[in-house]
């Protein structure tokens, strides 16, 4: 099979967007965010975003964004140093379809992202939710240091506990 990792273009949204759809559907992930997924992928403060593909076909996303105080796992990363919010770009909204699983889709999507970050000198976070465990070994396995637990609060009075992480260095 051949995976190939490329930056995310305008045509590729639908194609995320109803692969979103499908990994919310089979997985719970995101907790929000399916109601509008265009939206939900294109958030104001993206910097960039990658599709993972399998032989041609959309079959992951990820993507960065500048990090904001309002980010759990960036405002933890800032209380342990003394870089500032500039140098932190937050790492989300990463999903694979069943059709890319078990490929390394997901693996080579966190190393794009990874060396990206690294190439423009800036320090990448992250959180994830408890309950996404596969993406929780994925990020360990990588070498992201554990940085804390939150609370993330979504919907009308809904929360769940959530794992953050920082990229090593």
Not at 75 to 85: I, K, Q, Y
Not at 95 to 111: D, Q
């Amino acid at each position: 099979m051949t995976v190939t990792v490329r930056l995310r273009a305008a045509t590729d949204l639908e194609a995320c967007a109803r692969l979103l759809v499908e990994v919310h559907r089979t997985d719970g992930y995101p907790v929000e965010g399916v109601a509008e997924p265009i939206s939900w992928l294109t958030p104001g403060n993206a910097v960039e975003a990658w599709v993972g593909e399998v032989e041609g076909a959309v079959v992951g996303h990820a993507l960065v964004c500048a990090a904001t105080a309002a980010d759990d796992a960036a405002r933890l990363w800032l209380e342990r140093t003394a870089e500032p919010l500039t140098r932190v770009l937050a790492f989300g909204r990463l999903f694979v379809g069943t059709a890319g699983r078990n490929h390394g889709v997901g693996e080579r999507l966190v190393r794009t992202a990874m060396a990206y970050a690294t190439e423009r000198d800036k320090r990448l976070v992250l959180d994830v939710m408890d309950k996404d465990r596969a993406a929780i070994r994925l990020y360990e396995r990588l070498g992201w240091q554990h940085i804390g637990m939150v609370t993330h609060h979504f919907g009308e009075g809904r929360e769940t506990g959530a794992q953050c992480y920082a990229a090593p260095s």
